[in-house]
């Protein structure tokens, strides 16, 4: 199992540079869990796409769906001590320690590209672009 973030469930499922990386990932360790939070930052990320003319509404919400049926059971809600502990031990915004909560709580890593993350936390965190487990 591993936890990702919310980007890197966008690269699985919008095509991009980081895209076949996160397939990688999903092939070898299909057992992705996430914050409750990912599915509205999805769904931002989704709205993006739409407000550019790169999705159609119907395309949004079939691939909202889709993510929602890969990390369905493993969905976790988080504590807000934690959260917001490791928010005063770092630099990295709440949402981001909403996963690194998560992470830490199921004992795994955090899967991520983001740099503040990755340097805050470099024991409990891998990079998309490091090579596979």
Known sequence: MIVVDTNIVAYLYLPGEHSAAAEAWFERDP?????????S???N?????????????QQALALQCEAE???????HEVDS???LEL???????AYDCEFMALALKLDTKLLTMDRQL??????????LSSHLP
């Open 31 to 39: 057992d992705w869990a996430a914050p409750i939070l990912w599915r």
């Open 87 to 93: 928010v005063r031990d770092s630099a990295c915004s």
């Open 41 to 43: 930052e999805f769904r």
């Open 45 to 57: 990320i989704l709205a993006g796409y739409m407000r550019r003319g790169q999705l159609s509404w």
């Open 81 to 83: 001590p934690n959260v």
């Open 118 to 127: 990755l340097r805050a936390f470099p024991l409990h965190t891998v990079s």
């Open 69 to 75: 049926g890969l990390l369905k059971g493993a969905e």
